[in-house]
């Protein structure tokens, strides 16, 4: 029921979900891609198509109609007509003789023209001969018919298959063989530093790359060079991409963007040959920048079995990347930018000193870093007088500028649908909650009971929130269905930016997340489904401080299972278990004593307080969404904050 997780988990909003219901001008040496030559070259190869396909019907219909001229009989028959001397002329080949007969046609009146497949027969010549027939051998060259037959088709449809490649998938052809790397001309809109808010501490590390492709001299006079490559590590959606072609309009100078996956294709080797011309384009464009997005596509740690030789290719490409940036002068001004939110997989090969031997972090935005993205953003729309970018800013912890720009987008688009003719704060706060807790769903009506039941669990929610120490402050509680099962959320803010936990936050989040599943039980007697989700967070929470974080007194500061960890992606698994059963059994029993702790703690406060939840599910079920100073009015008197 009221399920707590959420995209953002750093926005504490609790969600309730019911499972199983519903349920201008070109710089010298610079060569830009030119449409006007690629739709030329198109028209030549439309041209030859057609050329040859013309060239193949006349030959077949040629066959055909010299073919359909001639009678083909049996061979007994000829040499019967031959007997008869019915036979006026003949020509003998190879594979055919043809020839004329006395006869006559009924339908022309002409003599009838035949064709027949010969036997090896030594004495054909001397019967025609007696028999007076004009006769001639002919050995005719078979070269050309071979081919027009056999050639010309295969070239046709191999002409034919590059010439559909190039319309379906552009100059790469049918199999997207050939250069995928993508250089920006200088006609787009140039991108600077003044178009990347926040992000400052990157921004002054690329400073120095900045510098060295518009005057190479300045580090090459004391004997230093500028690193030949350069990582960007960061969460997705953190501007990695916008960063390298900032660096690019910065220093003015050629940008090549590929990505890791356009690299790899069906053939092994393509991708070894794009990696050679990528850098050949590179030097010849010198001073440039090369920028390889999602590293990781083809930067994987080699090693392990290859199924089916399905990692050749990605390996032949790495080993050719390597190379490359082995073997060319830094001082010719190419510099290598690569982008990648798996760090952790990246080959050590790719990650040693002379490749990219800088790694810069664009981390998450912090408060003022997301009020600088959303002015960035916010200057592209109308903004009403009662918009607060610094309040929109602090609702968003944990968001990337991606999201930022989704939620300026997504208020725009709000403001349009109700016919305003500015963006208001509302706009904003419906856009926050449609990105964290998804789209209101007008059409789910829930029941009387239900309603009320879902009142009760976002209050018990609620109400721990605002009476344990260390709960962040409660923004909003809503009971309004939205995204695929959340019949209700409670949305906290955090006060201050915040990087670490202590035991006392975490055993304060775990009694918060079990508040609604036992506000049911108060108020109902029984509890629901939809407290699913509630618990398998409790449940990972308890499950870290016990094996990972060491905050347990019977099992000791110690970590229980090697874990694998995605730095920027979140994601992690259990990789081994190195402990044996009777140590699982009393993790079990820890993880079990934490979250029994958790759940007779909030249940003391909310039968404690109980008439601070009725009257909080009342006003839920009255208006369905209340403010966090509606909440504090409400809940009234806290007592035993801090504790």
Request: a negative charge; proline letters at 5%.
């Amino acid at each position: 029921m009221g399920v707590r997780a959420t995209p953002r988990p750093d926005c504490r909003a609790s969600a309730m979900k019911w499972p199983g219901l519903n349920g201008p001008t070109k710089k010298p040496g610079i060569e830009l891609n030119r449409p006007a030559d690629d739709n030329a070259r198109r028209g030549a190869n439309t041209r030859l198509v057609i050329y040859l396909l013309m060239l193949l019907g006349f030959w077949l219909f040629w066959q055909n109609t010299e073919r359909a001229a001639l009678e083909e009989i049996p061979y007994s028959q000829f040499m019967q007509y031959l007997e008869q001397d019915q036979v006026v002329s003949a020509v003998v080949r190879d594979e055919a003789i043809t020839g004329v007969l006395k006869l006559q046609d009924e339908q022309t009146g002409k003599q009838r023209a035949f064709v027949t497949v010969p036997l090896a027969d030594d004495k054909l010549a001397d019967l025609m001969a007696k028999h007076g027939v004009q006769y001639s051998v002919r050995h005719e060259s078979r070269w050309l018919g071979t081919l027009l037959s056999w050639v010309l088709p295969f070239a046709f449809l191999f002409v034919l298959w590059g010439w559909m490649g190039r319309r379906m998938g552009g100059a790469g052809g049918f199999l997207n063989i050939g250069d995928r790397a993508r250089i920006h001309p200088e006609t787009l809109p140039k991108v600077t530093f003044a178009d990347v808010a926040g992000a400052e501490e990157a921004k002054e590390e690329l400073r120095e790359c900045i510098e060295f492709l518009s005057d190479p001299a300045r580090i090459q006079r004391l004997g230093g060079h500028m690193p030949k490559g350069v990582l960007l590590l960061g969460a997705p959606g953190t501007g990695k991409t916008l960063m390298a072609r900032a660096v690019a309009g910065e220093a003015e100078v050629p940008f090549f963007n590929i990505s890791g996956s356009e690299f790899i294709e069906l053939f092994v080797g393509v991708g070894a040959a794009r990696v050679r011309d990528l850098f050949q384009q590179a030097r010849e464009k010198a001073p440039c920048i090369i920028f390889i997005d999602e590293l990781d596509a083809i930067g994987r740690s080699r090693g392990g079995p290859a199924i089916m030789g399905g990692h050749d290719e990605r390996e032949q490409t790495l080993n050719q990347l390597l190379t490359e940036m082995d073997g060319f002068d830094p001082s010719i001004g190419v510099v290598v930018m690569a982008a990648t939110n798996r760090p952790e997989v990246l080959d050590k090969a790719l990650l040693r000193a002379g490749r990219f031997d800088r790694q810069i972090t664009v981390d998450k935005p912090d408060l003022a870093a997301r009020r600088q993205i959303l002015e960035l953003h916010a200057k592209k729309l109308t903004l009403d007088n009662d918009v607060d970018l610094n309040l929109v800013a602090q609702r968003t912890p944990g968001f990337v500028g991606a999201d930022l720009a989704n939620i300026a987008n997504e208020a725009a688009i709000l403001a349009v649908r109700h016919d305003r003719a500015a963006v208001s704060m509302a706009d904003f706060e419906a856009a926050i909650d449609r990105v964290v807790a998804g789209p209101e769903r007008k059409h789910r009506v829930l029941g009387a009971q239900e309603k009320r039941r879902v009142a009760y669990h976002e209050s018990g929610h609620a109400l721990v929130a605002v009476v344990v120490p260390t709960g962040e402050p409660v923004h909003k509680v809503s009971i309004i269905p939205r995204g695929v099962a959340a019949l209700g959320y409670t949305m906290q803010l955090p006060v201050e930016e915040k990087f670490l936990s202590t035991e006392g936050e975490l055993s304060d989040q775990l009694a918060i997340l079990l508040g609604g599943r036992i506000a049911e039980q108060i108020a109902f007697g029984d509890v629901s489904s939809g407290a699913a989700n509630d618990l398998e967070r409790a449940s990972e929470i308890a499950r870290d401080m016990v094996m990972r974080l060491g905050m347990s007194d019977e099992l000791g500061p110690l970590t229980y299972g090697r874990r694998q960890q995605s730095l920027y992606l979140g994601e992690s698994y259990l990789e081994e278990k190195n402990y044996s059963e009777q140590t699982a059994q009393q993790i079990d029993k820890a993880v079990k004593a934490l979250l029994e702790d958790s759940y007779q703690r909030a249940r003391n406060i909310l039968e404690t307080r109980r008439p601070a939840l009725d009257r909080l599910a009342e006003a839920l079920q009255q208006r369905e969404v209340i403010s966090g100073e509606e909440v504090k009015a409400l809940v009234g008197e806290v007592a035993e904050r801090p504790a």
